[in-house]
C-alpha cells in the first residue's frame, strides 16, 4: 500500500492539533485495518493518519477516533516502558530496504518509545533518538503529532525518495492492535510488510555533527580521627557524532561516562558461562544491529548475542579464574573509541569499532589448603 506526503511550507506546530495549514492539505490514510488479535479484521474505531515534510523534518498527524474518549488509558511511566495505554506508533524504513527502521512510539499521556529496528525484526530498545511528539484528549478520542528530525534516520542520497512506512494503534482496554497497511502474523518479517510513502522530494543530506562534552565532579567525605578526610577528582570527555554522508556516521567519544546508564539486573551465575547483559550504553547502541551476528546458541545460553559482544569492552580485568580482593577493579576504563557504521552506495552494511582501554590491575586471592 502507499501513502503520499507533502511539503510543508511552514512547519506545524507541535501541539497535538491539526489547526496547521498543513494538515489541512495532506491526504489522509484511513485504511487502517485489525491485525490482533483478528488479522484483517474490522477495527472498533476509525483511525486516519497523514504525513508530510520540509528539508528538515519529517512530520506526522494521528488522529485516533473513541467514543468514550474518558475511558483512554493514559498512565504516565518513564520512557521506553510498556504499560496499560493506549499507544499510536510511526516506523519508518528511511533506507527502503525491507530489513531496518525505526519506531516512534507514543502513548495517550505522551511518554515516548523508540525502537531501532535491523534484520527485519530484531528490536533494539537501547536506542534513543532525538524527536519531539505531543498528544491531546477531546471529545472525539486522541491525537498524536510528530516532528521527527531527518538527522536521527539514514536514508541515500537521491533527488526524491521512497520511504517505508507503518502506522500502528494499541486500543489496550480492547487488547486490539490496528495498522496501516494490515500486519499479517501468518507472515514471516516485520519491515518487509511496511507500506511506502512516496512524495518526499529533495531532501538534503544533513552534515550531522554533535559534540557533547561533560564534567563530572566527585567529593567524598569520610569521617576520621582528626575530623573529615575528603577526597575529590574532576572527571571530563566528550562525545562526538558526525555524519559524512546521509548513510554513513562517524562516532567517536573520549574518556566516556556510563554513570547514568541503567545498571545491570542482579544474577547468580552457576553455569560455565558467563552472563550476556543487554547492551546499554549510548556510544554502542548507535549501530549496533550492524555488529550483531547470530549464531545457533542451543548449546549456550547466549540470548541471541551472537559472534560479537560489546560489553566484553571496559568490563573488569580477568584474573587468571582467580578470586579479586574488594580492592580489585570492576570496570576497566575506556580512554577513547571510535566507529564507522552506515552503507556504502552498492548496499552493503558497513561496521568498524576501535576501542583503547587504560591497562587496569587487580590483585588477586587463590584458596589454598594451609601447611602442614
Not at 22 to 35: G, L, T, Y
Not at 114 to 124: K, L, M, T, V, W
Not at 145 to 154: H, T
Not at 245 to 260: A, C, I, K, R
Request: glycine share 10%.
Amino acid at each position: 500500500m502507499r501513502a503520499t506526503a507533502v511539503r510543508a511550507l511552514r512547519p506545524p506546530v507541535i501541539d497535538g492539533r491539526d489547526d496547521d495549514e498543513v494538515w489541512a492539505q495532506a491526504p489522509a490514510i484511513m485504511d487502517f485495518r485489525e491485525w490482533q488479535p483478528v488479522e484483517d479484521g474490522n477495527p472498533r474505531f476509525r483511525t486516519v493518519a497523514k504525513i508530510a515534510y520540509d528539508d528538515r523534518n519529517l512530520y506526522a498527524f494521528v488522529r485516533a477516533y473513541d467514543p468514550h474518549p474518558d475511558s483512554i488509558l493514559k498512565p504516565l511511566s518513564r520512557r521506553d516502558v510498556f504499560g496499560p495505554s493506549d499507544r499510536v506508533w510511526v516506523m519508518i524504513d528511511s533506507y527502503h530496504d525491507r530489513r531496518s527502521g525505526y519506531e516512534f512510539g507514543v502513548t495517550a499521556a505522551g511518554v515516548k518509545i523508540d525502537i531501532a529496528i535491523s534484520n527485519d525484526g530484531n528490536e533494539d530498545m537501547a536506542w534513543d533518538g532525538v524527536w519531539y511528539v505531543a498528544t491531546a484528549i477531546d471529545s472525539l478520542g486522541w491525537t498524536a503529532e510528530y516532528r521527527i528530525p531527518l538527522s536521527q534516520v539514514r536514508y541515500p542520497r537521491a533527488s526524491t525518495h521512497t520511504f517505508g512506512i507503518m502506522i500502528l494503534r494499541d486500543l489496550y482496554r480492547y487488547t486490539e492492535r490496528l495498522s496501516w497497511p494490515v500486519l499479517r502474523q501468518s507472515r514471516s518479517g516485520f519491515v518487509s510488510q511496511f507500506g511506502e510513502v512516496t512524495g518526499l522530494d529533495g531532501l538534503a543530506s544533513p552534515r550531522r555533527l554533535e559534540v557533547a562534552p561533560y564534567v563530572v565532579t566527585k567529593n567524598v567525605s569520610v569521617p576520621t580521627a582528626g575530623g573529615f578526610g575528603r577526597n575529590q577528582n574532576v572527571t571530563a570527555g566528550a562525545n562526538i557524532k558526525y555524519g559524512i554522508t546521509s548513510n554513513l556516521t562517524l562516532d567517536g567519544t573520549v574518556n566516556p561516562d556510563f554513570g547514568q546508564v541503567e545498571a545491570d539486573p542482579a544474577v547468580l551465575n552457576l553455569s560455565a558461562f558467563e552472563t550476556f547483559f543487554q547492551e546499554r550504553r549510548p556510544f554502542f547502541v548507535e549501530g549496533a544491529g550492524i555488529f550483531r551476528f547470530d549464531v545457533d546458541c542451543s548449546a549456550v545460553n547466549c540470548n541471541g548475542e551472537g559472534l560479537f559482544y560489546s560489553r566484553r569492552i571496559g568490563r573488569g580485568p580477568q584474573l587468571g579464574r582467580r578470586y579479586g580482593t574488594p580492592s580489585s577493579a570492576t570496570a576497566t576504563t575506556i580512554l577513547g573509541a571510535t566507529k564507522l557504521t552506515g552503507r556504502l552506495p552498492s548496499g552493503l552494511s558497513v561496521g568498524v569499532l576501535e576501542a583503547l582501554t587504560q591497562r587496569a590491575v587487580g590483585r588477586a586471592d587463590t584458596t589454598i589448603e594451609p601447611r602442614t
